[in-house]
């Protein structure tokens, strides 16, 4: 299994990794930071080239997304499906997630402690951290992160690329637009813009990124 990423989200990613039990193989691909060991936990290799990387996914082709950052995770994980990985999902065995309604996308983080309601969809390569919650009739887009501790009420919808920090909390039937930041510790009463940063209680617009 290769984790694509070999910062400090990885050491997380390693917990769940061993509730697996698997019997594969573990890698890491980082080609961008440069001060870099060669392994990590002086046990598992770091691949530091992209043919590394696709002459490791010959052998086993699936790969996760092992860093934070929204823009960061859709664009290692376009670069490893373009040499053939597949974008795969790890999910704790001590996470809660509903029975029914669920729709859960490709190459998920879902970290240990969450917990996930039913009727929630959430999108490709979003990133569920410990101890988030999301509860009923949420829609959650692509590329998301939900930081340790953030509570997404019911109803809230999160558009693609945008970021929940730490403990912040969303209130039911809010609207987050894509591409937006929402500071930890913040409580969101109402719909933020697109593109926007959004801090403090109640939460309040404080940078517009119009690009």
Same mark, same amino acid.
């Given at each position: 299994m290769l984790i694509a990423g070999a910062g400090r989200h990885t050491k997380d990613l390693l917990l769940v990794i061993s509730e697996q039990k698997t019997n594969k193989e573990i890698v890491f691909f980082d080609d961008v930071t440069a001060?870099?060991?060669?392994?990590?936990?002086?046990k598992y290799r770091i691949?530091?080239?992209?043919?590394?990387?696709?002459?490791?996914?010959?052998?086993d082709n699936s790969f996760v997304l092992g860093l934070g950052g929204t823009n960061q995770r859709e664009i290692i994980s376009n670069k490893l499906n373009d040499i053939?990985?597949? $974008?795969?999902?790890?999910i704790s065995r001590n996470s809660i997630i509903g029975n029914f309604d669920i729709n859960l996308a490709d190459g998920l983080n879902i970290m240990p402690n969450s917990f996930i309601s039913n009727s929630v969809s959430i999108g490709k390569g979003t990133l569920i951290n410990t101890s988030a919650k999301i509860h009923h009739d949420v829609k959650i887009g692509k590329f998301c992160?939900?930081?340790?501790?953030?509570?997404?009420?019911?109803?809230?919808?999160?558009?693609?690329?945008?970021?929940?920090?730490?403990?912040?909390?969303? $209130?039911?039937? *809010?609207?987050?637009?894509m591409n937006c930041k929402i500071g930890a510790?913040?409580?969101?009463?109402?719909?933020?813009?697109?593109?926007?940063?959004?801090?403090?209680?109640?939460?309040? *617009?404080?940078?517009?990124n119009n690009e």
């Open positions: 001060e870099l060991s060669e392994h990590i936990f002086s691949l530091r080239s992209i043919e590394e990387a696709q002459e490791f996914l010959k052998t053939g990985g597949v $974008l795969t999902s790890i992160d939900i930081a340790p501790g953030a509570t997404i009420l019911g109803g809230v919808y999160i558009n693609d690329f945008s970021f929940i920090g730490a403990n912040a909390t969303i $209130l039911p039937n *809010v609207k987050v637009g510790g913040s409580v969101v009463t109402k719909s933020i813009p697109s593109n926007s940063t959004a801090v403090g209680v109640p939460a309040k *617009v404080i940078k517009v």
